[in-house]
C-alpha cells in the first residue's frame, strides 16, 4: 500500500500543539485593517484553535 500523501494546503495553515489541539490562523488579517474596529483587530491577534469536530479530519490530511 502506497503512503498517504499530505495536503499541502492543509500543512500550510494548520499546526498541532503539543496537548493534541489543532491551532488555526484568523480570517481577515491581510489588508485593510483600518476599516476594523480596534477591539476587532485586538481579538485576532490570540491564538486560535479548531473546533473538536474538525480535528480528526485536519490531523488525517496533515498526517
Excluded at 474596529?37 to 469536530?53: F, N, Y
Amino acid at each position: 500500500m502506497p503512503k498517504m500523501k499530505s495536503v499541502k494546503g492543509a500543512v500550510k495553515r494548520f499546526k498541532v500543539k503539543k496537548n493534541g489541539t489543532v491551532k488555526r490562523g484568523t480570517a481577515f488579517r491581510s489588508h485593510i485593517l483600518t476599516k476594523q474596529d480596534p477591539q476587532t483587530r485586538t481579538r485576532q491577534h490570540k491564538p486560535k484553535v479548531i473546533a473538536k469536530v474538525d480535528e480528526k479530519n485536519v490531523k488525517a490530511m496533515i498526517n
